[in-house]
């Protein structure tokens, strides 16, 4: 069974969308996806389930880098790969600093099946490392617990025997824990 690719796409001709989804099909992704042209409609369609974003440079009403910026606000850890017809290496450059998984030019697109693999298996492996950074700070957290429970149970065991030792002397009977000096 071929898992479906839920994605957004940051696009605003509807022929250009309409590439990229052929490339992708022939690629070998299932898509469920939907295209937006504005900053309103981009925070809108993006749900969590969205796995990737693949958004244009220039668009009349956005950019790459401002869909970028409003996705990492939302918080979003999805992939987004920067497609455009015009990007130079400088604008490539700044793009992969502010945390775009990928660029590719719109005339060089027969490399955006394995962009996409690419994107899709280091945004895995970022949850995969996010969940086990997670999961020993867990621990962790519980064995400084066990280990405050054992230190005050050795603490109280040491106190519940001087008291013994004290109350067997009041008695006039032998110790039966002897303290060492240096305890």
Known sequence: MTRILKLLIVEDSADDAELVMRILRRAGFELDWVRVETEEQLRTQLHPDVELVISDYRLPELTGFRAL???RQLDADVPFILVSGTIGEDIAVTAMRR???DYLMKDRLSRLGSAVSHA???SR????????VAEAERQLAELRRWQEVMV???ERLATLKSEVDELLS???EPRRY???DDS
Do not use: M, T
Request: net charge positive; charged share 40%.
């Open 69 to 71: 910026e409003v996705i």
């Open 99 to 101: 945390g775009a998984s």
């Open 120 to 122: 899709l298996e280091e």
């Open 125 to 132: 492996l970022r949850k995969e490392r996010k969940h086990s």
């Open 152 to 154: 005050n149970r050795e």
């Open 170 to 172: 009041r008695l006039g």
């Open 178 to 180: 002897h303290q060492s």
